[in-house]
């Protein structure tokens, strides 16, 4: 590997400088380069156990990240990717303010962001990472959690073998 990019943020606690409690949640973008290629792993890390509304949101962001998938496949067009995550999102009285995904592979962030106005129509071979946000409320409770997919000629391959929606369940 030639890079490792953390970054973190707490996102149920103000920044205090007092450090963590045990009920809260830490966001962390994990971007991995291999020659020359991109992939990310975002996941909302529990400290101590989720909550039982942060499990809701966990729940609700699995969906979301379910019904984006169904649409990662060749003749997608990129716009239909944003909508889909973010109207299950609001079927379950949550907000997502936050783009559901966008392009990767030769930079962080390529130039495709998982946006409603995207035209760009899927085709093999690209990749996308999928992590659509949920929260309760601005500023409020939430989780932002996904994996990165390589569209291929029938559908898309997860690049991951981790199961994040899984990981605050058993503590």
Known sequence: MNNIIIATQNQLLPRTGRGTRSACTLFLEITLS??????????????????????????VSEKATE????????????????????????????????????????????????TESNETILKPGMTVAMHPAVLRELGGEGVGMGYT??????????????????LGQHR
């Open 34 to 59: 291999c020659e020359g290629y991109y992939a990310q792993l975002p996941v909302c890390l529990p400290v101590g156990k989720y909550s039982p509304s942060v499990r809701e949101l966990v729940a």
């Open 67 to 114: 019904t984006g998938v169904t649409l990662l496949r060749p003749g997608t067009r990129v716009g239909d990717l944003y909508s889909a995550p973010v109207k299950t999102v609001q079927e379950y009285s949550s907000l997502s303010p936050l783009r559901p995904g966008h392009a990767i592979g030769l930079d962080v962030i390529d130039f495709r962001s998982v």
């Open 149 to 166: 997919y390589l569209i291929t000629e029938t559908g898309a391959e997860k690049l991951s073998k981790f199961d994040l929606h899984k």
